[in-house]
């Protein structure tokens, strides 16, 4: 018996050359073209591994039919296949209904038996999509330099990795229908896996059995995350979170309306859980592969408080300590300034087992395993492993300063618990960002997101940090410039307050239009030009002009100026390597190298030199205005008007005028710079 199967009913929309279902607002900021383009592409760049013979990705990712059913049975999966109503509603923004998932992919033709059962419920935890606008070519032809093709994997990365992140998902599995072909697809924070195109009308067992798979397995075989449920509205759990939060200063955390969820937080070192409640995710920001880090104030139940969670895919590698680790360890030797992590670890594949959590873990093992198979060292993907932290101090993000002197007394506090880590603990941030640092509810300085960190002078030479704050020699001159030691830390501390300053204290005084090249060129130059004059005390941010733009804040020009001449020998221009027999001349070069030599020496050596600058300053309370909270110079609508726009320079004269043009950034067409759609500088 066959089943013929109408293909407008099972397939509620077509995917565009566009990106966008042709049922979606085009002015949806999910569906905009340039922002699917422009960001995904640079996030799925050497990030798609295949085609892989369908019989061996199955052996990664689906069971046979009756393996499924065996586990069915041996687990109490739910074999009607409907999915959890947590599930199915992934966010304010995007819904896995008609938009993310649909029921059946089926081209016009008899079908076997079962395959009816794909027009069910089951279908909807698979992202289907069905390709019209193209004939002939195939879509995952990467050689081809078909524009439609690149734009159709785009828009296709975009709704996956959106589900990953709205749906509570390990990973998303996707089925691609052309009008001759299939595709099985499979995405996680690593990347995408895909198969060799087959024909519906040869193959039909590989689509009974995917059918069969999804229909019967348990949630986490098809990706879910089953450490997270949905509270229904007025369930007990949900009401005494916000009884709790509510006689918290954070009280509209959790509001009345908002969409919860139950998690279980397991704790690696006690082998136990703890559950909170936390609103469900509704930015559309991070739907990226990579990390996915995300960090907001949730209710420990078991606790009875407002807690502080972070949850990312952290990257595995061997010898290297988790952030829970780190933290262990940096409350045991006392370092100060720290967000008080309590409770957390890796989070395991089966955490609704509470009672015997299987020792394996939610992670992308398998496509970095294919992608090192098929790509060799080349590749670039990296293994994955989810990790959730729960810490008892919640903050403001840096960029919420209540003034100019809240800012650097947070970042003195932030360099303290640095310090204390280095020389107590022997550990090393490496990933100083406005990030990573946050403010208390006293106005202290807080320092987080270890994740990048080294114990006891490891020999890491692996470049790690957030670009747009690495020391100059990190960005420049690659892996030849060896250990990252305590300096460069340093100074990406200065360029934290830079950046805070420049982009939102009143103190400085300039307009929007005028400095946003220059603000790009400063922290977007991979070359570093910018940031190499700003260190000689040259250039357009020299101490004469920054007390032209900061008339009223003389403390922070001073603590800023002085921060800054602390890296100025650091940096001098080397004397000119030439043979000479005048002997003034070679004491002359001797004592210039030996003065470099000396700077960066005190700045590897102790953080005291740069802790007694900002003590100096941040102690005299007094002479700082009081009325300069944070302003964002570059808000929505600026950045929406500069969005796409970069620009050049001519450096071949050193310190000379800049000349500026702009023109439409497109990936691929070369390595410039712009401001994305957060206000943050891309490469």
């Not at 922290?523 to 008339?551: H, Q, S, W, Y």
Request: proline share 5%.
């Amino acid at each position: 018996m066959t089943t013929s199967l109408d293909s407008d009913k099972i397939w509620p929309f077509n995917l565009l050359a566009s990106g966008a279902p042709s049922h979606v607002n085009a002015t949806h900021p999910l569906w905009d073209e340039a922002f699917i383009v422009d960001e995904m592409h640079g996030a799925m760049q050497n990030r798609w591994v295949g085609p892989l013979p369908v019989s061996e990705w199955e052996s990664h990712d689906f069971p046979s039919p009756l393996k499924g059913a065996k586990q069915v049975g041996e687990t109490g999966g739910l074999v009607d296949g409907r999915p959890n109503v947590g599930h199915t509603v992934v966010g304010a923004y995007v819904r896995l209904d008609s938009s993310l998932s649909t029921a059946a992919c089926s081209s016009e033709q008899s079908l076997p038996l079962g395959w009816s059962m794909m027009s069910g419920d089951a279908w909807n935890d698979v992202l289907a999509l069905n390709v019209t606008s193209f004939v002939d070519d195939d879509p995952f032809n990467f050689s081809d330099g078909n524009a439609a093709s690149h734009e159709l994997r785009i828009g296709l990365a975009s709704r996956a990795y959106h589900a990953l992140l709205h749906g509570h998902r390990v990973f998303v599995l996707a089925c691609v229908r052309t009008p001759t072909t299939f595709r099985f697809l499979r995405f996680d924070r690593s990347g995408a896996t895909y198969t060799d195109a087959f024909s519906a009308t040869h193959d039909n067992a590989l689509l009974h059995q995917f059918t069969m798979w999804i229909h019967y397995a348990p949630h986490d075989k098809i990706g879910f995350d089953t450490s997270v449920t949905v509270l229904p509205s007025g369930s007990p759990d949900g009401q005494r979170a916000r009884d709790i939060c509510m006689s918290s200063p954070w009280g509209d955390v959790l509001t009345e309306h908002a969409s919860l969820c139950l998690i279980q937080i397991y704790d690696d070192r006690t082998r136990t859980f703890h559950r909170i409640v936390a609103r469900r995710p509704e930015d559309i920001e991070q739907g990226y592969p990579g990390r996915a880090t995300r960090a907001y104030p949730v209710v420990d139940l078991d606790e009875g408080c407002l807690v502080f969670l972070k949850d990312t895919w952290r990257v595995f590698r061997a010898g290297v300590p988790s952030e829970t680790d780190t933290y262990r360890r940096l409350g045991k030797e006392g370092v100060r300034f720290l967000p008080d992590f309590y409770f957390g670890g890796d989070v395991p594949s089966h955490s609704q087992s509470s009672d015997n959590p299987l020792s394996t873990v939610q992670n992308t093992q398998c496509t970095y395993d294919l992608a090192l198979r098929l790509k060799g060292a080349e590749t670039t993907i990296q293994s994955h492993i989810h990790h959730r932290l729960l810490m008892k101090k919640i903050g403001r993000r840096l960029s919420t300063f209540k003034s100019s002197w809240e800012l650097c007394n947070a970042i003195m506090y932030a360099l303290q618990a640095h310090t204390d880590a280095f020389d107590i603990a022997h550990i090393l941030h490496r990933n100083i960002s406005d990030d990573n640092i946050m403010i208390g509810e006293d106005g202290t300085g807080i320092l987080i997101g270890w994740s990048h960190c080294i114990h006891d002078d490891r020999h890491d030479l692996l470049r790690t940090g957030t670009p747009i704050f690495m020391a100059i020699p990190l960005l420049t001159r690659g892996q030849a410039v060896g250990i990252h030691c305590r300096r460069y830390d340093l100074e990406s501390f200065l360029y934290v307050l830079v950046y805070s300053v420049l982009r939102f204290s009143p103190a400085f005084q300039a307009d929007a239009e005028e400095m946003y090249w220059s603000f790009i060129e400063f922290f977007g130059d991979p070359e570093c030009v910018a940031k190499t004059l700003f260190l000689l005390n040259t250039g357009r941010f020299d101490e004469r002009r920054l007390a032209i733009r900061m008339p009223d804040c003389d403390p922070l020009l001073r603590l800023l100026c002085e921060f800054r001449a602390l890296f100025t020998y650091v940096y001098y221009p080397c004397p000119e390597e030439r043979d000479s027999s005048d002997p003034r001349i070679q004491e002359q070069q001797k004592a210039r190298r030996q003065r470099m030599r000396d700077a960066a020496d005190a700045l590897n050596n102790s953080s005291e030199p740069v802790l007694q600058v900002m003590r100096r300053w941040v102690e005299r309370k007094d002479l700082w205005p009081e009325n300069d909270a944070a302003q964002d110079k570059f808000g929505p609508e600026f950045r929406a008007k500069y969005r796409g726009k970069v620009p050049y320079r001519d450096y071949t004269v050193v310190g000379g005028d800049s000349n500026w043009s702009s023109k439409p950034w497109r990936p691929g067409t070369g390595r410039y710079l712009a401001m994305d759609r957060n206000g943050r500088i891309v490469w």
